[in-house]
């Protein structure tokens, strides 16, 4: 079955920087377009920055494009979020997502505070 699982969360400093990571099992990840979504707390699920299946073409939320960078590797299966500049307001559950609206994640948390 779909598994995604999220690694890479923590707590850091405004203006600190993070690296998320996807790993994907269970269907073939080469062949899919993924995204990255948030929630942050009280809040609904934000999308954040998809990735087409080759890598070749990325989009972003207004509010993170010039300090998030997605990307992927096929051959390990795996998706990152590179995360810089990060703003208290960053701060929230972040989840793989297969396609738009698919499986997601467990999630891995980031809070950003001084």
């Known amino acids: 079955q779909v598994q995604l699982v999220e690694s890479g969360g923590g707590l850091v400093r405004p203006g600190g920087s993070l690296r998320l990571s996807c790993a994907a099992s269970?269907?073939?990840?080469?062949?899919?377009?993924m995204s990255w979504v948030r929630q942050a707390p009280g809040k609904g699920l934000e999308w954040v920055s998809s990735?087409?299946?080759?890598?070749?073409?990325?989009a972003y939320e207004d509010s993170v494009r010039g300090r998030f960078i997605i990307s992927r590797d096929n051959a390990k299966n795996t998706m990152y979020l590179q995360m810089n500049s990060l703003k208290p307001e960053d701060t929230a559950v972040y989840y793989c997502q297969r396609g738009p609206g698919g499986a997601r994640g467990q999630g891995t948390q980031v809070t950003v505070s001084s």
């Open positions: 269970g269907f073939d990840f080469s062949n899919s377009a």
């Open positions: 990735i087409d299946n080759d890598g070749l073409n990325t």
